[in-house]
């Protein structure tokens, strides 16, 4: 059985700070792992995916992810935060199959101070 | 060029009435899928169709009744609307069927309020 903790329900940095997510996973085969980010009032956009190439992500907008498992972690970080950036970031695992295999975080809300 | 959209964005209906909620993606996509999205941004999935096959049917009250009329459309039916249906609902399409490496694309979403 595989699952997905996103351990802050609620992020708050500055604007031009550096930004970390935090997502750790449990999975009993090698997983593939996804960001996605969900603006307000809008539907879940792909960040990046991490499907067993290189652990160090690149996705849109400036963002990237680190596979570690040996941590069984997939956080997700960037630089410099913009104000753009506020919205509601969901970690998604799956161990293959359909979407019955997704298994979605609670997300983590981020705001951004001016 | 919205990739998948859905009508209507939002929805305000009563107890007891049956309402649709559609569904078009032009991404030439394969799979279809509805999700629903609870007040705490729970993400659930309720059916999933590839070329017009059902191919999941989560534990979802049968009062849900989705239809594909082609791949390139998913329609969701609701009859007797519940205050418990209330929540954001989310179509997406993705490539396969496989969730291991085939992300989804999402609509914007219907925002359904029973009264």
């Known amino acids: 059985a595989q699952s997905v903790t996103q351990l802050d329900s609620h992020v708050s940095v500055s604007e031009g700070t550096p930004v970390l997510l935090r997502c750790n996973y449990s999975?009993?085969?090698?997983?593939?792992l996804f960001w996605y980010v969900q603006h307000p009032n809008k539907g879940l956009q792909l960040l990046l995916k991490?499907?067993?190439?290189?652990?160090l992500v690149k996705g849109i907008n400036g963002f990237e992810a680190e596979f570690k498992k040996s941590e069984t972690s997939f956080h997700l970080t960037k630089p410099s935060a913009h104000m753009s950036d506020a919205a509601e970031y969901f970690c998604v695992v799956s161990e293959g199959g359909g979407a019955d295999g997704l298994t979605f975080g609670k997300g983590t809300h981020l705001i951004i101070q001016p | 060029d919205t990739a998948v959209s859905q009508t209507p964005k939002y929805l305000v209906t009563q107890m007891g009435n049956d309402k649709s909620i559609k569904c078009e993606q032009n991404?030439?996509?394969?799979?279809m899928y509805w999700y629903k999205q609870d007040s705490k941004k729970f993400l659930k999935i309720m059916f999933s169709y590839n070329n017009k096959e059902l191919i999941i049917n989560e534990t979802v009250p049968n009062r849900f009744s989705p239809k594909s009329p082609d791949k390139a459309h998913l329609n969701l039916h609701i009859n007797s609307l519940e205050l418990g249906d209330s929540a954001v609902y989310f179509c997406a399409s993705s490539q396969s069927p496989s969730s291991y490496n085939s992300p989804l694309h999402f609509g914007n979403g219907t925002r359904l309020t029973v009264t």
């Open positions: 991490y499907t067993s190439a290189a652990t």
């Open positions: 999975s009993s085969y090698s997983p593939s």
């Open positions: 991404l030439g996509h394969d799979t």
